[in-house]
């Protein structure tokens, strides 16, 4: 082991590099795959380069959030948010878009994606229980459920086509 000037410790075999800042810079796994990242002033990510795939690339705005991403090959993803600052569409590099919708708790509760034309061909549908759990979820039509004890702990997810099953099992 051997410490840092910044105070953290590096021990044998760990496969993540760091920055002066303590920011993960780079990891490197079993298979000697190695990937790097980049930051903003901000702390944001702006970078991930994958050795093989290429530059991931990511844009933030002034409230640090996501603006847009790119992917190797260009395809390019934009996100739009309200005044809450919850994401409300984000445009994907094949010309699609998925659109966002909250309840007054600011808890998701529909996705949408459109192809292209405008046509809906994902529709996804969560309900919330009064604390935030969630208790279903539709998608296009299909609905999973999940339930939870007095402690609002989880304890069971039906999702289609399974038997009731028991949180953890």
Known sequence: MSAHGNGEIEREGNPYASSTL??????????????????????????????????????????????????????????????????????????????????MRSQLTTQVELNSSN??????????DAVGNRMTRSVNGTVATWSYDDLYRLTGQVKPGQARGKAGK
């Open 119 to 128: 046509v809906p061909i994902v529709t996804l549908i969560d309900s919330y």
């Open 22 to 103: 303590g920011r993960q810079s780079g990891q490197t796994d079993a298979a000697g795959f190695v990937q790097s990242y980049g930051y903003d002033p901000n702390g944001n990510r702006t970078g991930l380069n994958l050795v093989g795939t290429g530059l991931f690339t990511y844009i933030f705005d002034s409230l640090n959030r996501l603006a847009s991403a790119q992917k190797p090959g260009n395809a390019l993803y934009t996100m739009m948010y309200d005044a809450d600052s919850r994401r409300t569409t984000m445009m994907l590099g094949n010309g699609s878009k998925r659109l966002y919708d909250y309840d």
